[in-house]
């Protein structure tokens, strides 16, 4: 048959994903952790929702950097693309201007986490010159 296109791919993915993630959520309230409460999703419902506008918008923007990563891998060939995932980078942005982390750090975490931010950086440059 013919090959499987990048939006079929990635729509697939992600079904396959929320599934999975939808039946692993269930079974924690089912059987959770030792020492922590059952649960039950009409408990879950009922609750009081602080968080989940924040857990929402994280998967938002998961699933963007998710297609985009397909996207990217379409034009760019997925192993280059894959050089230059945005995850941990998103994850640390997130840590440090959200909540607060590495607030109290040495200088040479600081330094560190610019010397990341600046590799990441230079490798999407040098990647989009590459393909250029």
Do not use: H
């Amino acid at each position: 048959g013919a090959p499987l296109k990048v939006f079929a791919a990635n729509l697939y993915f992600c079904v396959a994903f929320a599934l999975s993630a939808w039946a692993a959520n269930l079974a924690l309230m089912r059987w959770p952790p030792p020492g922590t409460q059952r649960s039950s999703l009409s408990e879950y419902a009922s609750s009081p929702s602080d968080g989940r506008w924040l857990a929402l918008l994280s998967g938002v923007v998961c699933a963007i950097g998710n297609a985009a990563q397909f996207v990217g891998g379409d034009m760019a060939g997925f192993a280059s693309a894959d050089l230059v995932q945005a995850f941990p980078i998103v994850g640390t942005v997130w840590g440090v201007a959200c909540l607060g982390e590495f607030r109290k750090a040495s200088s040479r975490v600081y330094v560190l986490l610019a010397a990341m931010y600046g590799a990441f950086l230079s490798a999407v440059a040098l990647l989009a010159w590459s393909v250029r």
